[in-house]
């Protein structure tokens, strides 16, 4: 199973930063294209961002593009999402996946049968 334990979220001002992470849970995750995706209340989930296997290629939903940025470390078995200057639509919850297939705007191939918990982010003064 693709599984990741997701961590980082809390609460935040508008305008604020917060850092997530995802840790896989018994894989290497040198081998596999990760993505971040969210799901805010009474919405369906969207993906936010990816980042490649290979080169360590990146895209980003629009909606996020030049504010938050996809990471990973590979000897951590860990990816990362650092976002800045949050605003209240980007309250939710945040969940890591594995994906099948990087291109430069989007990822294709959800892998594994299920969800983590994620880590729940909510913006708001």
């Known amino acids: 199973q693709l599984d990741f334990v997701e961590s980082g979220g809390g609460l935040a001002q508008p305008g604020g930063s917060l850092r997530l992470s995802c840790r896989t849970s018994?894989?290497?995750?040198?081998?596999?294209?990760v993505a971040w995706f969210r799901q805010a209340p009474g919405k369906a989930r969207e993906a936010v961002s990816c980042?490649?296997?290979?080169?360590?290629?990146?895209n980003y939903a629009d909606s996020v593009k030049g504010r938050f940025t996809i990471s990973r470390d590979n000897s951590k078995n860990e990816a990362y999402l650092q976002m800045n200057t949050l605003s209240p639509e980007d309250t939710g919850v945040y969940y890591c996946k594995v994906m099948q297939t990087f291109t430069p705007n989007y990822c294709t191939g959800i892998q594994g049968n299920s969800w983590g918990q994620g880590t729940q982010v909510t913006v708001s003064s």
């Open positions: 980042i490649s296997a290979a080169s360590g290629a990146t």
């Open positions: 018994g894989f290497a995750l040198v081998y596999h294209t």
